[in-house]
C-alpha cells in the first residue's frame, strides 16, 4: 500500500497510509488529520488546501481551471499550493509530501 507523508501545522511529520483511489483529503480524515473539507471534495471551497512538496509537484497532474479559480481563495497560497480533494493517491505517489498551511 502507498504511504504519504503529511507535515502539520506545527511541523509534525506523519507518515501514513494511503490507499490509492483515495483523495488526500480522504485519507487526511482516515488519520485524523486536521485538513477541514467543508465542501466534501466537491470543488466548492479552497479549506483543504495544501502545499505540495516541491520535488512532488511536478509528479502531479496539472491542476484544472476550477482548482486554480478555488486556490485563488485560499490564505497563504504558495507556488505549490493544491487542494488535496483534487490529489487523487496512486502507486506512482508512494511517498507524497505535503504539508498543512498556516491558518490566519
Do not use: N, Y
Not at 504511504?3 to 509534525?12: K, L, N
Not at 466537491?42 to 505540495?52: D, E, F, K, P
Not at 491542476?63 to 497560497?77: C, I
Amino acid at each position: 500500500m502507498p504511504h504519504m507523508v503529511f507535515i502539520e501545522r506545527d511541523g509534525t511529520r506523519r507518515e501514513v497510509d494511503a490507499p490509492a483511489g483515495l483523495s488526500v483529503l480522504e485519507i487526511a480524515h482516515k488519520h485524523d488529520i486536521d485538513l477541514e473539507g467543508a465542501c466534501e471534495g466537491s470543488l466548492a471551497c479552497a479549506t483543504c488546501h495544501v502545499i505540495v512538496d516541491p520535488e512532488w509537484a511536478p509528479k502531479l497532474a496539472s491542476p484544472t481551471d476550477d482548482e486554480e479559480d478555488m486556490l485563488d481563495l485560499a490564505f497563504g497560497l504558495e507556488k505549490t499550493s493544491r487542494l488535496g480533494c483534487q490529489i487523487v493517491m496512486t502507486d506512482a505517489l508512494d511517498g507524497l509530501v505535503v504539508r498543512l498551511p498556516h491558518t490566519a
